[in-house]
């Protein structure tokens, strides 16, 4: 709908790096201590098996917020949106840490060309021979075409995100609208192949933890899952930039209230997605298939699976319905970073079964692996953003979201 | 002046007085029109209300509308039909009607998610809507603002601002001027007709009558359904009664021996009834088996020079070809008195209540049946047949005794001649024969 | 930008920043009006109307011949045979359910989204959905042979002491179509009462007057009964969405909670739903281009209106051979080789005609609509929404039969025919489909009047003269 009314003026609201300073610097810190320390436990505990398990779960979890912020800049484009404008920029930064997290991802790759098959039980010569679920995967499943597809994803990634960045940016000096309708242009490719990377990647890097196991819905269960994890990383990051006294003249209670929105809309599309995986399984009952959620629901992984089904859907579910919530920054705040949490719970779900069935409990290595990831995610991500506006100030739709109203 | 009561004779019933309802201002568009209304509330006005063909943004500020209730209400039908759904799954599944199915359990929270959802969003969409017309207190279809000339308009571009008179700031003159210095494009007296609002008398008569009308065509059908009668009813919904199909002991033209029934093809065999050992699946010796006609074995038998074949001169077995331990004893009690006792008696004595009833049908009319009643098992003759003979009697039948084959097993079967082996020895016992404390007790009893 | 644009109506063209009239030509709020109640109030109907409503009656009439033969003689008239139990009655159902999945989807989904083009084209889509709903209901209704004990379906006391089983997913089916059905005519009835208040206040006969009036509740556009009418349809549509998605993922259910290899895989419930989406929009704009024509709307549903729809249809047609890829890439990864053996089935055993038509209807005709050409010239995307529908149709034929049609035991395999009345069948659902919506093209507010309004920038001609003479 077109606005009538007299422009709103727009104050350049500066770089990153005049916003936030030394915070890049100091996550660097905070991410070399955090893997040092887990190294350390790992090696002091020889647990390196658990070291590598949780590197890869919290790679993946920070993995999914810079994802879920590339689909929202994509679908944004591609359905012409106004509201989202004023918070655009910010996701788009988001994925500038798709860069540091494929340099994280090298070691991986490493390992496995090097023939270890602590994370990836195929990688192991004899059992991928061997065992009759396993001899017709050798062609997809071997070190050589993994670590292709991991190059492709992540190659496909960051020049996607660059682009959009890197558009988005040359028109903060020009206001050209023709870039916003080549964004958009481009946009619906860049869906298709976001959509076969996503799905592709978490098979890779998922789904084969248990080789034998299989379901078509994973990678949209983990699309899901990027999702919630990106709309509580947006609206932690929105209000810590308003308290930070950045963006307090754009973003206002009209857009939290629409990203509380996508939020609570996305989390219920994760329990959908959940459910219908869950409830086919369950039903069905073949032995194939219940295995791996036999190995979530006992020894202590069923509290596990409860609390994602209580904590991760019917809380937030309830709690973040009324509207007065969304729109006021602390209580959205608080849900978000609680929806955070969970999201960090249902890929540690997820994963770390497969290396410990025993026991679902959490230790340092786990938190050492989170904050070294997360540090380093969080360094690369403003180290690469320093340089670019907080907010796309000639984005031709920023007056329209900048009078954006909720019915 | 312009009022309904002109321009819509027919509309209005005699009514005693028309009064001034209030003023409608007609605005020429929604700036205008909040304008006026934020003027209206701040001017202390509560009985007003602005109308407009579509919701207009910023109205609910400009009059100062609260939020609604309705989403609690909403939110309280959810509840209610999630807790119907989930109890009316648990009371009829795993309650009521307990029932295995694909072995889950019988209150299977993860089946109960559809239902439970779909109950709660029915009822929060009808809260929604029900909710919606309660809080605006529709259906009214009787306004005295529909008399107001312009204000069909409303519904395609009209824009009004009507003051009722219920207010207590309302003033004749002075809520005139108040509205006209609001910039309208005309503003119009409100004229209640106060015309009857009742239903017309003859309406409530008029609609028992038909029901009752209605009614008297289903009376008759749910009459013809019901009531006893000696011809064949008349079927309005055949209920899949009459189908082609064969049913057993019934003739049929669609194979050349003209019966229904298929008698069994030649050389075949039933699955399960193949058995190698031919003493234990037919109570005859192996040689003699080999020799003879198993047709001759069948009640009521003859011989081809048409003598009646004296079944006692086969070579039968003489041992039960099973272990005989108190296991085979007990089932052979059990199958004796489930499928033997009922004509035999519990005994062996003949006096089953088959027996005992069709020998009391017998007593009155000579003649007119056939029974026969059966011989006691402990009999001299019955005791001096061979346990192969008995297994026979039991596979094949005997005289009007059926043969039990297609019932009994044939492990069962000779359970069932070991059991009777033991009612011949309980029925033909002599004093001396039982232990010393029944030999007591019953001279006790007969003294 | 350079407009080479000389089509006064053509707002396809996407200027950033601003947003395109979803209303062209010179319109006001009155002349909207009078458009969208043209054909509702013509005195003389256009001939096109009756010969369409002509040939939709006859197929009506033929539907319902076929149905008293089959109460009469049974559901043997069918061409459901061992092992294919489910036949065309099932396809059918899912086919006609899946096309009532887009006027909830506009109504909700769209509004949610604050799609505000979704307003020139909810109110019809609505109203196929409820009668495509009514056309699926029929063939599971009819299916169970005795239809007088359709009431057996539902959890009411009876004299055999009997319960229906709450962990089968056809009694799910039940309560979601049956839900689905309720909720979307509340839906619909809801957003028809103030444009049903227009029809009663344009009214020149008594009859209409009473008739709509009674249907309006007496709604009378009071702000306090907007402000409450807004939250309502607020709720619904938030209530509504998730049950759209429901509704269609039950459907799956029907299918993938069981072991025959093709039906038991995890993304039956988000596929369904894209593809009932997918056909649900196409069988909307098929019914939407010829009828603006008619109804003579072509200013209020716009070009731009149908090539949205088109985006649509592109975006879930790719969805759903997302779905088609992933199915056949599981069935390999997974190792099953009863798995295998039915994908591979599929494409290259006796019913491989009936895949590639799928396949080529549902994921590469779509693919027209990369080209903005296709997208904005109705009569080609009429011929891809109906090539589309037959995919569609075709997915759910290939789904069912070709699983069903090898069973586990070689021994039970079999080749589905259908029956004359099978066909006869399908036609005839469509002749009720049609019916019904040129019914409601007739005597209801096909466009939801007052929606658009609330949408189109004010005209200057919207403001009457004043007149200030009236008040003493």
Known sequence: MAHHGQTIPVENPGTLEQNVGQLGLFAMYAGAIGLLIAGLIAVTSNNWERFQFSYLHNLCFALSIALGALFFILIQHLTRAGWSTVVRRLAEMMTNGIVPLAVLFVPIVFLLLNGSDVLFLWNNKEIASTDPLLIHKQIYLNPMWFTIRAIVYFAFWILCSRYYLMTSAKQDKTGDPQLSLRMERYSAVSLILFALSITFASVDWIMSLDPRWFSTIIGVYYFANANVAFYATLAIVVHFANSKGMLNETVNAEHRHDIGKLLFGFNCFWAYIAFSQYLLYWYANIPEETVWYMRRQENGWEMVSLILIVGHFAIPFLGLMSRTVKRNPSQLFCWAVYLLVMCWIDLYWLIIPEVSPGSPAPGLIDLGCLVGIGGFFVFGTVKLSEQFTVLAVKDPRLQESLAFHNI | ?447 | MASISIDPCDNTLETPGQRAALVTGSNTYQSVTDKVCLLAEKPRIPPMYFVALAISVTWLIILKFCIIYLLTTGVGVWGNMSPVFWGWPIVNFVFWVGIGHAGTLISAILFLFRQNWRTGINRAAEAMTIFAVVCAGLFPGIHIGRVWFAYWLFPLPNTMLLWPQFRSPLLWDVFAVSTYATVSLLFWYMGMIPDLATFRDRATSRVRQIFYGVLSLGWTGSARNWSRYEKAYLLLAALATPLVLSVHTIVSFDFAVSQLPGWHTTIFPPYFVAGAVFSGFAMVATLLVPARVLCGLEEIITIRHLENMCKIMLATGTIVGYAYAMEFFIAWYGGNPYEQFAFVNRAFGPYWWAYWTMVSCNVISPQFFWIKWCRTTPWFMVIICIFINIGMWFERFVITVTSLSRDFLPSSWGYFKPTMIDVLMLIGSFGLFFTLFLLFCRFLPVVAMAEVKSVMPPHSDDHPERVYDQVH
């Open chain 2, 1 to 447: 002046m312009t009022t309904a009561v002109e321009e819509h004779p027919k509309v209005v019933a005699p009514a005693p007085e028309p009064s001034l309802a209030g003023y409608v201002a007609q605005f020429a568009d929604v700036p205008s029109l909040l304008n006026a209304a934020e003027k209206t509330r701040d001017a202390g006005f509560k009985s007003f209300d602005c109308y407009v063909p579509f919701p207009v943004h910023g109205i609910d500020e400009a009059m100062g509308i609260k939020p609604s209730r309705l989403p609690f209400i909403v939110l309280g039908c959810a509840f209610a039909g999630a807790t119907t759904a989930m109890a009316l799954q648990y009371l009829t599944n795993a309650f009521d009607y307990q029932y295995i199915i694909s072995g889950k359990p019988m209150f299977s929270i993860p089946a109960d998610m559809p239902v439970t959802f779909e109950l709660s969003v029915l009822f929060s969409a009808f809260g929604a809507l029900l909710g919606m017309l309660a809080l605006n207190n529709l259906p009214k279809f009787y306004n005295r603002i529909f008399f107001v000339d312009p204000f069909q308009k409303v519904t395609t571009d009209g824009f009004f601002l009507g003051i009722e008179c219920e207010d207590p700031k309302f003033h004749k003159e002075d809520t005139a001027q108040f509205l006209k210095a609001l910039n309208p494009v005309r503003v119009d007296e409100c004229i209640d007709p106060n015309a009857s609002t009742a239903f017309p008398k003859f309406l409530a008569p008029l609609a028992i009558f038909l029901l009752i009308v209605g009614l008297i065509p289903l009376v008759l059908l749910a009459r013809i359904r019901a009531m006893p009668k000696d011809v064949p009813r008349v079927e309005i919904l055949t209920d899949m009664d009459f189908q082609p199909k064969l049913k057993s002991q019934r003739t049929s033209n669609m194979f050349a021996d003209g019966r229904g029934m298929r008698p069994i093809i030649a050389g075949t065999l039933a699955r399960g009834d193949f058995y190698e050992d031919i003493p234990l699946s037919e109570g005859l010796e192996a040689d003699a088996s080999a020799e003879i006609d198993h047709s001759l074995l069948l009640p009521n038998a003859k011989n081809p020079d048409g003598t009646t074949v004296k079944l006692g001169d086969f070579a039968w077995v003489t041992e039960i070809p099973l272990d005989v331990n108190e296991e085979l004893m007990a089932r052979g009690e059990a199958r004796y008195n489930i499928y033997c006792s009922v004509c035999h008696g519990k005994t062996g004595k003949g006096d089953g209540l088959v027996s005992q009833r069709a020998m009391a049908l017998q007593k009155g009319t000579p003649g007119i049946g056939t029974w026969i009643k059966p011989i006691t098992l402990y009999d001299q003759p019955i005791r001096d047949q061979a346990v192969g003979q008995i297994f026979n009697t039991i596979t094949h039948g005997v005289r009007k005794m059926p043969g039990y084959a297609s019932q009994i097993p044939v492990e069962d079967r000779w359970a069932i001649v070991l059991y009777v082996r033991a009612l011949q020895k309980a029925g033909s016992a002599t004093l001396d024969q039982l232990p010393e404390e029944e030999q007591k007790r019953l001279q006790a009893d007969v003294q």
